[in-house]
Nanobody
Framework: QVQLVESGGGLVQAGGSLRLSCAAS????????MGWFRQVPGKQREFVAG???????DYSDSVKGRFTISRDTAKNTVYLQLTSLQPGDTAVYYC?????????????????WGQGTQVTVSS
């Protein structure tokens, strides 16, 4: 079993930045594929970014060039740096992990989820 705890969300003005953190515990972090997703009410959870245990990364087109995902194996933590934030980025952001080194684009492929952290971008 893996426990994921997100932090770092908040209210920010358009153009601002935030850094989200997701601390993992319960099994070796180096074996996990990690992803960040976001969800707004009435919509499906959408892929934002993913990172493999070999540090391969990918992003959704809507955040590419603005968000950066990274992982620190020594701290068992994955980060999502959000820059140039827009009101359309407002959502609950979720960290997810799967029992394989590769990340996935489909939320159904993940085995563990955090509780989510709210990001609100004002115009």
């Amino acid at each position: 079993q893996v426990q994921l705890v997100e932090s770092g969300g908040g209210l920010v003005q358009a153009g601002g930045s935030l850094r989200l953190s997701c601390a993992a515990s319960g099994r070796p972090f180096s074996g996990l594929g990690m992803g960040w997703f976001r969800q707004v009410p009435g919509k499906q959870r959408e892929f934002v970014a993913g990172i493999s245990n070999g540090d391969f990364t990918d992003y959704s087109d809507s955040v590419k060039g603005r968000f950066t995902i990274s992982r620190d194996t020594a701290k068992n933590t994955v980060y999502l740096q959000l820059t140039s934030l827009q009101p359309g980025d407002t959502a609950v952001y979720y960290c997810a992990a799967r029992n394989t080194g590769a990340f996935a684009y489909n939320a159904l492929a993940y085995d563990y989820w955090g509780q989510g952290t709210q990001v609100t971008v004002s115009s």
